[in-house]
């Protein structure tokens, strides 16, 4: 894995900002051990951005797609190989390489802060490798974790490093935010600042997510290894200091207008000539439509002609019966590749629904009789009131009106708004069965954070559809290559089959990893 002998830094913070999946803006590749740039506060931002290139642009289009939110636009032809569910080895050469590369930054900004005693930086770094390595463990399944990261001479020189299976590496990034919290102290002296791009230095915020992470672990193994799952969830909630994102403390990275600081799924679009790649799925848009969710408007631009939002059958880019009036992604998130607009969509990590979305399956599932006092249907519309606020402008935008955060309620109670688009009574999603089963419960859980990732996360919404078996009516793509299957992991790239003694071979895609039951 040559990349671990690589280290990626900047000497300024504006030399990573315009980002493209990293494909050519973050070559300013340097050695920390002879350059003397090194500094906690570029390698923070620098790892940082290699996150949120890779999540905003790599996982983010093949989740959204293969979870059902985008699908190919039939005048482009930039990811058919995508929607065939045949994207190759090479395909995910650039997630794995930024990935591991944003690893490395990581483990470097850990030891330069500790020699520095710079407690903080220390934390953080822990947080975010861990992290990233569930990225990479989630897209790919068993990959090098312990033998990672360590192919300078000063760090063992290990250039092949050996595979841990997808078991091991979630029992190392849970004993890495076990200690990141041991080390966050929000009355340290020494604290980053602007150079933190996710939360400046809040290190209260830093806490939550380090348990929200370590809550997302413990669900995804929820299945596979409930025992396990369970006590580390029980054992969070007896801890005195345990708290978990809520509204307000979002994770994400923002950027802007400018040439230097837009966002890495606009940015990539505008490297592609500004070609509309992406358009709306009719699996995630009929969905939202029958349901009467007005997020539909702020996810999707409705049709110009009809005022509707509308798509196209999952992978149908080369039926000749399709109508040219389709929508494709809003720029809310990113999904315009000609409206400047798009360039100030966040690239989302963890988010308040997420947060919620979990603690209400905790409580579904009779792990704890409630959290934080609220029994697991109130969390469950937390989770959409914490989506719609976060919305909120997009939302008034659409109706024409100005919006509280009552409109959750009025989406769900099927009152008219008032506004350029009615809502009709509540949809299906809307009532959950608080009487119903646990199975009943959590597809009613995971659908409705499914409708709130739309989008925004999608590589996340994906994982969630293969842990769970939902949302249940996702539909193969029309131009399927291999079959009635649906992609179960990313392909190991090239270098890793081509250059490290250690790579156990190819698993196809319809390879279920550790977690997967469905």
Known sequence: MRVNRRMVITAAVGLVLGVSSCRKFLDVNQNPNVSPTATVQTLLPAAQLYVASTVGVDLQINGSFWAEYWTQDPGASQYRSVEQYAPGQDYFSFPWTNLYAAGENFFQLFKLADSQHKKQYMAISLAMKAYTFELITDGWGDAPYRQALKGQFADSNLINPKYDSQRVIYRGIIADLDSA??????????????????????????????????????????????????????????????????????????????????????????????????????????????????????????????????????????????STTFSIPSTYVAGDAINAASAKAPVNLLTSWESLFLQAEVVARGWEASSFGYSDGSLFYLGIKANFDYYATGLSATYGSSLTSSIDSDYLIGAALGGTVAIPTPGYWTVYPTGGTFQQKQRFIITQK?????????????????RTGY?????????????????????????????????????????????DLF
């Open 181 to 322: 919290l041991k080390l966050m102290n929000p009355n340290d002296p020494v604290l980053p600042g602007a150079d933190d791009l996710i939360y400046g230095g809040n290190m209260a915020k830093w806490e939550k997510f380090a348990y929200t992470l370590k809550l997302r672990i413990y669900m995804r193994m929820s299945q596979i290894d409930p025992a396990t799952a369970q006590a580390g969830i029980t054992a969070m909630y007896a801890d005195p200091n345990f708290k978990l994102i809520g509204e307000g403390d979002d994770a994400f990275i923002a950027f802007g207008y400018s040439t230097s600081s837009k966002s890495p799924l606009y940015a990539e679009a505008s490297g592609l000539g500004a070609t509309q790649n992406l358009v709306g799925s009719k699996t995630c848009i009929d969905s939202m439509n029958n349901n009467g969710d007005p997020r539909a408007y702020v996810f999707y631009e409705a049709v110009a002609a009809t005022g509707a939002v509308v798509g196209i059958a999952q992978g149908d880019y080369a039926s000749t019966a399709l």
């Open 471 to 515: 949302p249940d009516f996702l539909v193969i793509s029309k131009n399927s290559l291999i079959g009635n299957s649906f992609p179960k992991r990313f392909q190991y790239p090239t270098s890793e089959s081509a250059t490290n003694v250690n790579f156990p071979g190819l698993a196809p895609i319809t390879a279920k990893e550790w977690w």
């Open 450 to 466: 499914w409708f709130a990732m739309c989008g925004n996360q999608g590589f996340e919404a994906w994982c969630e559809q293969r």
